[in-house]
């Protein structure tokens, strides 16, 4: 199980970011030693459109696209809102607090401590990964989301 002393963190920009500058922000990011765990946050995009009289046509929205971070291509399904962090200890949050100042010059943002990810498993990790699920996704899952999770390598 994940241990509840690990710190974490949420950064809050004022608005939804553009895919482009959520792969910046989060490239970034991931440069920082210490990220244990990352979480992209904010209102989903659906591939086709869920209700309505277009209900099941295409999508198309010029915010769901293939970003890359560090070395992966993450396909963005949410608009992104806040990025949470679960990080080694409380000196990698100052570090992150001084790539966002240098980030975030043009438009406010917050980064708020406290517990914004799941530390023990629930129903729904169980349902999904089973009794022996790995750790380092605990609270990380969506109940709707057929695909699976997508995990930077080199983020520790």
Same mark, same amino acid.
């Given at each position: 199980?994940?241990?509840? *002393? @690990?710190?974490?963190?949420?950064?809050?920009?004022?608005?939804?970011? #553009?895919?482009? !500058?959520?792969?910046?922000?989060?490239? *970034? $990011?991931? #440069?920082?030693?210490? $990220?244990?765990?990352?979480?992209?946050?904010?209102?989903?995009?659906?591939? !086709?459109?869920?209700?309505?009289?277009?209900? &099941? #046509?295409?999508?198309?929205?010029?915010?769901?696209?293939? $970003?890359?971070?560090?070395? !992966?291509?993450?396909?963005?399904?949410?608009?992104?809102?806040?990025?949470?962090? +679960?990080? +080694?200890?409380?000196?990698? $949050? +100052?570090?992150?607090?001084?790539?966002?100042?240098?980030?975030?010059?043009?438009?406010?943002?917050?980064?708020?401590?406290?517990?914004?990810?799941?530390?023990?498993? *629930?129903?729904?990790? @169980?349902?999904?990964? &089973?009794?022996?699920?790995? +750790?380092?996704?605990?609270?990380?899952?969506?109940?709707? #989301?057929?695909?699976?999770?997508?995990?930077?390598?080199?983020?520790?």
């Amino acid at each position: 199980m994940t241990e509840a *002393s @690990y710190p974490q963190c949420r950064i809050v920009p004022l608005r939804m970011l #553009k895919p482009e !500058t959520a792969e910046r922000l989060l490239n *970034s $990011i991931v #440069k920082v030693c210490g $990220i244990r765990r990352m979480l992209v946050n904010g209102p989903r995009l659906p591939a !086709t459109v869920p209700y309505g009289p277009a209900r &099941g #046509k295409p999508n198309p929205h010029s915010a769901r696209r293939v $970003i890359t971070v560090g070395d !992966t291509e993450v396909e963005l399904q949410v608009q992104v809102g806040q990025v949470v962090l +679960e990080v +080694e200890d409380r000196g990698v $949050i +100052e570090e992150v607090r001084s790539v966002c100042d240098e980030f975030f010059t043009e438009i406010p943002y917050t980064l708020q401590e406290g517990i914004f990810m799941k530390t023990k498993p *629930s129903l729904v990790d @169980y349902a999904k990964y &089973g009794p022996g699920a790995d +750790e380092s996704v605990i609270g990380l899952t969506d109940p709707g #989301k057929k695909g699976g999770l997508v995990i930077l390598q080199g983020l520790k």
